[in-house]
């Protein structure tokens, strides 16, 4: 690795030296936000006038803040969903200005059943790479011996599949990924065609197999759940990878394709595999720790994904985590300057920003605050219009100001809202799950009623969600969380993923005793007026181990 550094160090100074300059800007810009923000709306709609929806909402007549928040309500995306599927099926202009090309369309999970589809064009991809090299560059100045060291980024496919114009729909990160400049990707160890193995076993034992060789200075990835899953299956398939090392090969345990292993270009690497099993030998397991050298991880913290941080530092004793921000398939909201918090200065250059204080999310008039007005302490709804079409877009991300740098907010991820839970990042709605609930009741030809999904995260073990129900005369529990499984899998992407990788197991049913769920509603129903009880089917809050059901 010595001397790869030393022939890439001049275009790196290069490289890093025009990221520096973008940090150095974007810093500025927060001593600025009002006029920042104030300018990028204003240009967002003048190059937006001439779309439908722009014409539709009057956008020629908007001259001042208050005329847009006039005229364009706050929405979700099932309200913006008529003009995205006029944009998925081809017309373009319906959200954005003509001659404004999509690249791709980032796909993940809908409130429904139907997966939502956000138009990647090269302005919005700007916004985006541009967040990340203030980010990566922050961050690596903070950690100078991850610099010019192996990047282990764990990634999903940019084509998951087509829209009807044939372009991809996956993951914004593919992308990123395949279009990142050369000297970066050169400091990849894994090929991008690995993240495209369908096996996930296969996927992750190949990953790691690429990259046990290089000096592997940074893992990041979203999810810090995957960076556990791939070094449990190297874990698991230990003996194998030692003698893969060894006899440059790639022999993964999964029903992946071979073809894709030999077409990789690996090397016999006896000494190491020779240091992998006098580790496993000592250690008892194999260890991050017996083959690299991590200087740093780079994950989420915030919200429910905090309950895994615990194992990861397990893994990576002592490697300092940072959080990597606000991200959804809709942009990045927030870039971490600091490790160890999950919170982040707003992204002001990319996304015209507003908040909505928490306790007035439900009122039929809330108050929607600019990024200047929000206090420190207090929590709110994120409100987001930026170049992927999205205007005073309600994401449902629950956040709380910590601070303040320059005129700009800093914040952190709490939670998705009152009607979504997530453990690793599937997002499922109650919407959801009684549609899951009942599919899975119309085929087996039972009813159910009173029901609870909650998801659970025991110690030691895959988390999963547990499904609490009364005993029924007839009835099996067993085939029913299973059904109900797999229709939930259908119905939200991103559950699907989470369990055909591992890292979610299969639906646990639980039964209570007669009556436990009636009496819970009777006591809730008493709280506020019965005429506007609502039963959960979904309990947001993780538990720490397997629910008690009351």
Known sequence: MGIRRTLLRPLAFLAGAHADRQVRAWLAAHERTAEEQETLLGDLIARHAGTAFGRDHGFDRIGSYAAFARRVPVRDYEHMRPYMDRVFAGESTALLPPGEAVCMFSRTSGTTGSPKHIPITRQYLADLRRGWNVFGVKALRDHPHAWLRGILQITSPLRETDSPAGLPCGAVSGLLAATQKRIVRRMYPVPRGVYGIADAETRYYTA?????????????????????????????????????????????PGDGDPSACGRLRLRRRPVLAQRMAEGLRRDGRLLPEHFWNVALLLNWTGGTLGLYLPRLREL????????????????????????????????????????????????????????GDVRVGQEYFLVVTNRAGLWRYDIDDRVRVTDFLGGSPVFAFLSRGRSTASITGEKITEHQVVEAMAQATADMGVRVERFELQGCFPSGAVPHYELRLERLDGLDEADLAGRMDRALAALNVEYASKRSSGRLAAIRPRLLPPETLLRKDQQLSRKGRSEQFKRRYLIREVAADDGDGT
């Open 316 to 371: 990576f004793p002592g490697v300092p985590i940072r959080d990597i921000g606000l991200l959804a398939s809709e942009g990045r909201f927030s870039i971490p300057l600091a490790d160890e918090t999950p919170a982040g200065v707003a992204e002001i250059t990319g996304n015209f920003l507003e908040f909505i204080p928490a306790d007035e999310r439900d009122a039929a008039q809330p108050t929607v605050l600019r990024a």
């Open 208 to 252: 790691l197999r690429c990259s046990v060789h290089r000096d592997v200075g940074v893992v990041t990835t979203p999810n810090p759940s995957t960076t556990i899953k791939l070094v449990e299956t190297g874990q698991t398939h230990a003996e194998r990878l030692i003698r893969d090392v060894a006899d440059g090969t790639c022999t993964p």
